[in-house]
């Protein structure tokens, strides 16, 4: 199918963006790298008046390490993520999920502002942010506001921003050194959207052990694990302890059937998923 008929804009820079994005009034779809927002177009599930293209905001595409932090500016491409030498020594679990994103003509196309905006709940990147305590920057007409994962996302494809508001920057705590990572998923084929994914990150610092542990897809948004994060706290990273860590995991998410797979077998994956990425996160943690 075509899509519906929509005007289109280019603007060049940000507050360009913004202005046309008020002067539209809510019947406007900023356009990223297109992946997701055009499908949606051509089966005219999305209708809007105007698409408003990001691709010329040159200044919306960098990956820069800031004061214990790296900032990626929302039109920075999946592929450039997958290859940048800031993000495999700060971020590698950001590089190993980047690697479940799609296929290579889609992440060099897909950007990382557009993958959080559209909040498909499958999808890698929201994980990432929301275990490693991620923010993104979102600006608006009454200016510039942070957002967490957990004041972000709020269900399926949908997301606390506003219709004026354009998400510019994804900001991620560098990761300490020695830290243990691993993304882990599910997918019916490769390229597919996960069916359940997790993410993992372990580290030690001062006899303790740090975990963060979140999934995609299993439920409306990612889903911080954090009572199975305690209990690799509590307990190490031995066999058994990893093993209630799954346990619990698989206790905690609320995951809804879909035609892809039952909220049971959803959740069972949660479990040995998170049990799988703990391993191979402890076993790379220094
Ligand atoms: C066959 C196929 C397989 C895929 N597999 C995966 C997968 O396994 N994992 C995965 O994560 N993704 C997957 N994707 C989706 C892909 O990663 C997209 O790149 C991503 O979901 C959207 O990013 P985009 O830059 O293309 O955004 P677009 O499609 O351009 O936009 C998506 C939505 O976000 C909004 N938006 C975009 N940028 C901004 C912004 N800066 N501020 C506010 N709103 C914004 C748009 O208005 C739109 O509503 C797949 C896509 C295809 C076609």
Not at 97 to 117: D, E, Q, Y
Not at 170 to 184: D, H, I, S, T
Not at 212 to 217: C, D, P, S, W
Request: glycine share 10%; aromatic share 6%; hydrophobic share 45%.
């Amino acid at each position: 199918m075509k899509p519906p008929k929509f005007e289109y804009h280019a603007p060049s820079t940000l507050d360009e963006a913004l202005a046309l994005l008020a002067r539209y009034n809510g019947d406007a779809k900023l356009l990223a790298g297109g992946q997701s927002l055009v499908p949606l177009l051509n089966f005219r599930l999305a209708r809007p008046a105007a698409l408003i293209d990001l691709n010329r905001i040159t200044s919306l595409a960098y990956i820069r390490e800031h004061d214990g932090h790296v900032r990626l500016g929302a039109m920075t491409r999946q592929r450039a993520i997958e290859f940048s030498p800031v993000v495999a020594r700060r971020l590698p679990l950001l590089r190993e999920a980047t690697r479940w994103v799609g296929h290579l003509p889609i992440r060099s196309r897909g950007t990382i502002g557009g993958s959080i905006a559209h909040a498909d709940p499958s999808a890698e990147y929201p994980a990432v942010l929301t275990a490693l305590e991620g923010e993104v920057v979102a600006r608006g007409p009454k200016g510039e506001r942070t957002l967490s994962s957990g004041a972000l996302f709020e269900t399926y494809l949908t997301t606390t921003l506003a219709p004026d508001e354009i998400l510019t920057e994804v900001r991620l705590p560098v990761m300490p050194e020695g830290a243990g990572w691993a993304f882990e998923e599910l997918a019916r084929r490769h390229g597919d959207f996960a069916i359940v994914g997790v993410a993992a990150a372990v580290w030690r610092s001062g006899g303790r052990v740090t975990a963060r542990l979140a999934t995609a897809g299993a439920g409306g948004t990612p889903r911080r694990l954090r009572a199975a994060e305690e209990i690799v706290e509590r307990d190490g990273l031995g066999a058994a302890a990893i093993e209630a860590a799954g346990r619990r995991a698989s206790e905690l998410v609320e995951p809804d059937a879909d035609i892809h797979a039952s909220a049971d077998y959803r959740r069972h994956l949660a479990g040995v998923l998170t049990e799988r990425a703990l391993k191979r996160a402890a076993e790379r943690a220094a």
